[in-house]
């Protein structure tokens, strides 16, 4: 059986009728935990699981190769490519049957497996109403990378 | 004071330092949940154990790799970024994203490390020839 996608809204709002591939995954996904639930440490994320297929269907599933992935949170709508490997051996690391994690941000998310692994880091295009916005800037902070 | 979230996003238990010293004896993995979060306070001025304005080490040990720790930098920049507010540290192997409170990614530090690649497709067993 092919596994799924579970994936993380680490931001603070609500996601709202999540999309994969054109069809809607999940109705609402909570912004990350206010920390007044015990045992539930404050800014853990909120999740959804999403089937993966082989090939694209007529419902919403992560399929190897690009997927398109629409997240409307209150404030702006980001999109994001998502590219699943192939499971070919010799080709592709990732079996069909496996699980795995899509962490979102407000501007970059990362899918990785369950050991911690990551199989890919995609930027979150912002859009308000059909006006992209400048995610990368990140909001009064600069993005930057450092090398270690 | 501020703290700093870090998420153990993997099924591995981690051992994590700052600035040189242990933040907790070891912290578990994520059972196909939620990110295991642990809390290290930021502080103005560098201290074992804690992140302080400037820059900062950090590093996690997968309780199941081999070699040392995978070592990572992250600037906490005074004029920018503020000793009274959380951000969040999401640690994955080789590579890991300082994140404001509301989810931007602000740095990112270290080279993702892949899934070991699968053998190939005309791979034969080892055995006697």
Same mark, same amino acid.
């Given at each position: 059986m092919a596994g799924k &996608?579970? &994936?993380? $809204?680490?931001? $603070?709002?609500?996601?709202?009728?999540?999309? &994969?591939a054109g069809y809607s995954a999940a109705a609402t996904i909570a912004g990350w935990a206010d920390g007044t639930v015990t045992g539930v440490p404050k800014y853990t994320p909120s999740s959804t699981t999403v089937p993966r297929a082989k090939y694209a269907g007529s419902s919403a599933v992560f399929a190897i190769g690009d997927n398109a992935v629409k997240v409307p949170w209150d404030s702006f709508t980001g999109s994001i490519t998502v590219t699943v490997p192939s499971s070919v051996p010799g080709t592709g690391p990732i079996s069909l049957d496996q699980d795995l994690m899509l962490y979102v941000g407000a501007n970059q998310a990362f899918l990785t497996t369950q050991f911690g692994y990551v199989i890919g880091t995609f930027t979150v295009v912002g859009a308000l109403g059909g006006v992209q916005v400048d995610t990368e800037a990140g909001g009064a902070e600069p993005l930057s990378v450092n090398a270690s | 004071m501020g703290q700093v979230y870090v998420a153990n996003t993997s099924s591995v238990k981690l051992l994590y330092q700052v600035n040189g010293a242990a933040i907790s004896p070891g912290w578990p993995g994520t059972q196909g949940g939620p990110p295991v979060m642990i809390t290290a306070p930021l502080v103005r001025y560098p201290e074992g154990g804690k992140f302080n304005l400037g820059n900062n080490t950090f590093?996690?040990?997968?309780?199941?790799?081999e070699g040392g720790p995978y070592q990572f930098s992250f600037r906490f920049d005074p004029a920018q970024m503020s000793v009274d507010a959380n951000y969040l540290i999401y640690v994955f192997r080789g590579y890991a994203s300082l994140l404001n409170q509301f989810?931007?990614?602000?740095?990112?530090?270290?080279?993702p490390v892949p899934p070991p690649p699968s053998p190939p497709l005309n791979a034969q067993?080892?055995?006697?020839?």
């Open positions: &996608v579970t &994936v993380f $809204n680490c931001f $603070n709002e609500p996601v709202t009728n999540l999309s &994969v | 590093t996690a040990q997968f309780t199941d790799q989810g931007y990614v602000l740095q990112t530090s270290g080279t067993s080892a055995g006697p020839t």
